[in-house]
């Protein structure tokens, strides 16, 4: 696994404002350190106010942490008006926050069910919706969605994961028919499909399997959408991989 070293990034993200949800932790907290080493003033979303704060002094004045309850559409809401107030308009969105609870679908009560979906679909509609208005008014923007190789048909699917790799696949939906339905307005919409990433989460539900990557490889390729390096591609996920 490759890691971040310690030089400092090409500023090519300098004025750029981004939102990444999921921060605290994972590959949501490597992108958020990387798009500020980048030059982007960084909002950080997540449940956790602690790790928020402590992922904030990592970068001062580049990461402003706000708690948020992505699972709840007010405080989505609310944390948005905050960043705008705090930071200005949004013109990169990390979709990343997300959630995993394997369990078997015959034993697996709707509860459990829609709180895959509100984590890790419907907050990303939220969260767009949020930001597209100054993204279209603005004529640009990037919105980055962060599913994974669980979603996407044809790689080995595991008992008990049903509901987040329907989940998962909705959100790659969601980044086609999103893309497509934007185009020409100057925004992006991708999607990135991590492979096995080592991430808390991950060792979590599944604690003996080696994992592919770090978070800060992930982040890479999340960087790479996000910048105008990536302006060519639109609508697109990207399976990563470690080699």
């Known amino acids: 696994m490759r890691g971040m070293d310690d030089r400092p990034a090409d500023h090519e993200l300098e004025g750029e404002i981004a939102l990444v949800t999921g921060a605290s932790s994972g590959i949501g907290r490597a992108s958020a350190l990387l798009l500020a080493r980048a030059g982007a003033r960084v909002a950080a979303l997540a449940r956790n106010a602690d790790a928020l704060n402590e992922l904030a002094r990592e970068a001062p004045g580049s990461i402003f942490p706000i708690p948020a309850d992505l699972e709840r559409e007010a405080s989505i809401a609310s944390a ?33 069910w829609d709180r895959h979906f509100a984590i890790n679909v419907k907050a990303a509609y939220l969260a767009i919706r949020c930001v597209l208005p100054a993204m279209r008014e603005a004529g640009r923007g990037a919105i980055v969605n962060v599913a994974s190789i669980s979603g996407v048909p044809g790689p080995q699917k595991f008992p008990g994961f049903t509901a987040y790799c329907a989940s998962k696949a909705a959100l790659i939906a969601l980044t086609e028919s999103l893309a497509a339905e934007l185009r020409g307005s100057g925004v992006s919409v991708n999607c990135v499909s991590p492979g096995s990433v080592n991430t808390p989460m991950l060792r979590r539900v599944a604690p003996s399997l080696q994992p592919d990557m770090s978070p800060e490889d992930v982040a890479q390729t999340i960087l790479f959408l996000a910048s105008p390096r990536s302006a060519a591609i639109n609508g697109q996920n990207i399976h990563v991989y470690g080699s």
């Open 80 to 112: 948005f008006e905050a960043v705008v107030a705090r930071i200005g308009n949004v013109s990169i969105l990390v979709n990343n926050a997300g959630h995993i609870a394997p369990e078997p679908l015959d034993s697996m009560d709707s509860a459990s």
